[in-house]
């Protein structure tokens, strides 16, 4: 029998703390794998692009995820697909789940644990960007650290009040008024050019940037990725589909990784000067990390809908 797990039943067991726990030992143990995840983009003969992230293992977990997403930017929601969550023993289908909302809760909740590491004591927020994302790293932020003020912008004026609204914030009226205010600026947008520059920041911020997740999409400016403290997710998927590939910039202009801060080989940063920034890209383990955990807790409450795809 396969569990089927809605946006709903989702929802319903994933809480931000135990998943930011499950993101900061997965970040310490993932590079133990025996199996590297692979990330594979293709484009299509329709106005989006088609992604699969496989497969996603951690130790310690006898099960691994294949995740297929659909991503047409001018829909609504942009992201769509399924989480496939396999027994490691037999293969068998164990569950099928809502891709869109492991996604916005595994990239969020991670850019927030990586943003609270790595960003300096300031307390005003700046958000650009106002969607499924931003939402998972303000929330994940608020539980791990406190802020003030929060300057929101997004093109959709409507989608920006309503999430400075929940939130408690402001809307400002472009991506650079936001990073005019704030101490830490979060990056979930589109943009396919840079939306700041060095000369449009200031000493003492940091930036995470989620952005550029594939080939062309750009948040942040060359000269802003190589004047800043950079940490990534992944060297080599960085320079070839995130933030450094956008800005022409090798594998080795990232200073480090988040694991290797999170297992102490790395300081991170060390003062309050200077800039820091987080480009990741997102990792398949980070998919199962979730995912096994909602299984569990889906199992335990009774979450969900069983099927028997083989009948």
Not at 16 to 42: T, Y
Not at 144 to 159: E, F, I, N
């Amino acid at each position: 029998m396969t569990l089927l797990l809605t946006r709903s039943d989702l929802e319903a067991v994933l809480e931000p703390e135990p998943c930011l726990a499950a993101l900061r030992e997965g970040f310490r143990d993932a590079d133990a794998a025996l199996v590297a995840g692979r990330r594979v983009r293709a484009d299509l003969p329709f106005p989006g692009t088609a992604t699969a992230l496989l497969p996603g293992v951690l130790p310690g977990i006898e099960a691994y995820t294949v995740k297929v997403n659909a991503k047409f930017t001018h829909a609504r929601p942009a992201l769509r697909g399924v989480i496939c969550l396999h027994s490691g023993e037999d293969g068998e289908l164990l569950a099928l789940l809502d891709s869109a909302t492991i996604t916005a809760w595994r990239t969020g909740l991670a850019a927030a644990l990586g943003t609270h590491l790595l960003a300096g004591p300031g307390d005003v927020l700046g958000v650009i960007g106002a969607g499924a994302q931003a939402e998972l790293m303000v929330r994940g932020l608020r539980a791990l650290r406190s802020y003030g003020d929060l300057a929101v912008h997004d093109t959709d004026g409507d989608r920006c009040a309503d999430f400075a609204a929940r939130h408690g914030g402001r809307p400002v009226g472009s991506a650079r008024e936001a990073a005019a205010v704030a101490d830490t600026v979060l990056l979930a947008t589109w943009s396919r050019s840079p939306l700041l520059s060095l000369a449009e920041t200031r000493e003492g911020q940091h930036f995470t940037s989620l952005g550029a997740d594939e080939p062309g999409k750009q948040e942040l400016a060359a000269d802003l990725l190589q004047a800043a403290l950079l940490v990534v997710d992944d060297r080599e998927l960085a320079s070839v589909m995130g933030a450094l590939a956008a800005a022409r910039l090798p594998a080795e202009a990232a200073d480090t990784t988040l694991g290797a801060v999170l297992r102490g080989e790395h300081p991170g940063r060390t003062s309050t000067a200077g800039r820091s920034v987080y480009a990741p890209v997102g990792l398949p383990w980070q998919d199962l990390a979730l995912t096994w955990m909602a299984y569990r807790a889906a199992e335990r409450q009774g979450v969900g809908q069983r099927v028997d795809l083989l009948s």
